[in-house]
């Protein structure tokens, strides 16, 4: 057999790999489920007990909604819990064997102009009771980071702070992101400092496959996208066991921040976001799936209606996407959806 009929037949095999995973993947469909009641941009999503549980919200004004809602999948039902007890939002959301755990965030400054006042404050939600409780606040005050539960610990990572000279994050003032990692441990009610991530960053998403934290996307810079931030297809891996980040994992497809994410059959899949430069400002319906198996990402049939600051998770077979804003920020419209957008695979 000649070298050049292999080097064809090796490629046909690895096409053929390729496709197979692909098709895998996209074995689903989208639905669309009882709407939002509250429609809001900047929500939260975690699934716990079977249900869908969505916090926070943003009123124009930068006014913290601290909505709770769950959501049934068996009934198709909404029906509104009790709410944060400290009205925030960018909070660090995750659930965490059965109670779902809420950190940092930003609040709206008690005396003068609106802004965000990052903040340390760390809860515990335990949807069969409906109460919160409050625990050991962070070490850092910081939010839009994300938080990922791996074995028996909770991670907080990444997020915006001020500047020294500053209180509050405005988007005419100095502030940045950071690479802050900090593990909490629910047994002791305790924190401590790990290892920075390598990139700094904010509004990113997170996910776990088989022991690892895989953070995607985000902005760099600053915490607003109308202003000082970039958006980055930045992927990277951090291994809590060994306290290590490993080296850059494949770029996204689409570049993005203000995500929503859930995880499925050991794929990540990261859905809507908003991006601004000079020449646009617009909102994605780009649903794409990163394989840490294979260290790459698939193009998935797209969301049907684009919109950012949405919250999502992952229930049994689907993914649920919720509300969230089909304009990006900044513009002065607020056009929150309603919209509960469902990918069920099959």
Not at 35 to 48: K, R
Not at 119 to 135: C, G, R, V
Not at 145 to 165: C, T
Not at 167 to 188: C, G, I, K, N
């Amino acid at each position: 057999m000649s070298r050049s009929i292999r080097l064809i037949r090796l490629l046909v095999l690895i096409a053929a790999f390729l496709f197979a995973k692909t098709a895998d993947a996209q074995q689903g469909k989208w639905l669309r489920k009882a709407p939002f009641p509250e429609p809001s941009e900047e929500l939260l999503g975690a699934a716990a007990g079977g249900k869908l549980f969505v916090f926070a919200g943003l009123a124009p004004g930068w006014k913290p909604k601290a909505l709770v809602y769950q959501y049934d999948p068996t009934s198709d039902k909404w029906a509104q819990r009790n709410p944060m007890p400290l009205p925030s939002h960018h909070v660090g959301i995750v659930e965490f064997q059965g109670k779902i755990y809420a950190f940092g965030g930003f609040v709206m400054p008690q005396a003068g102009p609106p802004a965000w006042e990052p903040i340390n404050n760390a809860w515990q939600y335990d949807p069969t009771t409906d109460t919160w409780k409050a625990l050991t606040p962070m070490p850092t005050k910081r939010g839009a980071p994300v938080a990922a539960a791996v074995g028996d610990k909770i991670y907080v990572i990444g997020g915006a702070v001020p500047n020294l000279s500053e209180m509050f994050l405005h988007p005419q003032r100095p502030h940045h992101s950071v690479d802050t990692v900090e593990e909490y441990d629910p047994a002791t009610n305790s924190w401590r400092a790990r290892a920075p991530m390598p990139t700094a960053r904010n509004h990113a998403v997170a996910g776990v496959v088989n022991g690892k934290i895989y953070v995607i996307g985000g902005r760099i810079g600053t915490a607003f996208i109308t202003a000082g931030s970039s958006n980055v297809d930045v992927v990277e891996e951090y291994d809590p066991a060994k306290d290590e980040w490993g080296p850059p994992r494949a770029k996204m497809p689409t570049a993005r921040s203000a995500m929503a994410a859930g995880v499925y059959g050991g794929r990540i899949y990261v859905c809507g976001g908003e991006s601004q430069d000079s020449r646009m400002m617009q909102t994605f319906r780009a649903f794409e799936a990163y394989d840490p198996a294979v260290n790459a990402w698939t193009v998935l049939p797209p969301m049907p209606v684009p919109r950012h600051g949405l919250a999502g998770a992952a229930i049994a077979n689907s993914l649920h996407f919720v509300s969230g804003s089909v304009q990006s920020a900044g513009t002065g419209v607020h056009v929150d959806a309603e919209y509960h957008d469902v990918f069920e695979f099959q």
